[in-house]
């Protein structure tokens, strides 16, 4: 069975600095990889994803993530976070075809001026 | 133009109420999903149909039950609220197998 972590619950930046959210994922196979952004009171938004061919991808909002087979992850990076970054993240993992997606626990990200 | 809606956002009730969501998509998706996100945040997929027909089914009490009349919706019922069940539900929809998922705003449902 396919399985998402998230090790940072929290993490606190500064408005500025770079960003770098870890995610390891267990699957068999090539998975599909994805972020999720979701803000207070608000559904989950795609910012990149994953599914064959070049292992950095660029998302929305300035985001990119590595898929990096060897080690299991899928990295989300921003250069310099926006105070309106703030929010929480999630990895998810797939199987392709209608197989269900399994979700991360998530990550809060708080921005401080 | 929302493209997944649901309704209502908030749902307030008393334990032991029948109550149901429902979801709307206009992407033209033939896969729509229902998850239960808890006060931690944690996702969890519940059911999942594609062209009407259920094809995901997690260990979900049978007091919550599915029905997609067409593929662009799909509404969720619920027997017997407990409290247990207070939580945010999330409407999603995708194409085809590419698992790209879309989400609702979500439901807040409070059992009292």
């Known amino acids: 069975a396919q399985s998402v972590t998230q090790p940072d619950i929290h993490i606190t930046v500064s408005e500025g600095a770079s960003l770098e959210l870890r995610c390891n994922y267990s699957y068999g196979a090539t998975p599909y990889l994805f972020w999720y952004v979701q803000s207070p009171g608000q559904g989950l938004q795609l910012l990149l994803k994953?599914?064959?061919?070049?292992?950095l991808v660029q998302g929305i909002k300035g985001f990119e993530a590595e898929f990096k087979r060897s080690q299991s992850s899928f990295n989300l990076r921003k250069p310099s976070v926006h105070w309106s970054d703030a929010a929480e993240y999630f990895c998810?993992?797939?199987?392709?075809?209608?197989?269900?997606?399994?979700f991360g626990t998530g990550t809060k990200l708080q921005v401080i001026p | 133009d929302t493209a997944v809606s649901q309704t209502p956002k908030y749902l307030v009730t008393q334990m032991g109420n029948d109550k149901s969501i429902k979801c709307e998509q206009n992407l033209g998706h033939d896969t729509m999903y229902w998850y239960k996100q808890d006060s931690k945040k944690f996702l969890k997929i519940m059911f999942s149909?594609?062209?009407?027909?259920?094809?995901i089914n997690e260990t979900v009490p049978n007091r919550f039950s599915p029905k997609s009349p067409d593929k662009a919706h799909l509404n969720l019922h619920i027997n017997s609220l407990e409290l247990g069940d207070s939580a945010v539900y999330f409407c999603?929809?995708?194409?085809?197998?590419?698992?790209?998922?879309?989400f609702g705003p979500g439901t807040r449902l409070t059992v009292l």
């Open positions: 994953y599914f064959s061919g070049d292992t």
């Open positions: 998810a993992v797939g199987a392709g075809g209608y197989q269900k997606v399994t």
């Open positions: 999603a929809s995708s194409r085809g197998d590419h698992n790209e998922q879309f």
């Open positions: 149909y594609n062209n009407k027909e259920l094809i």
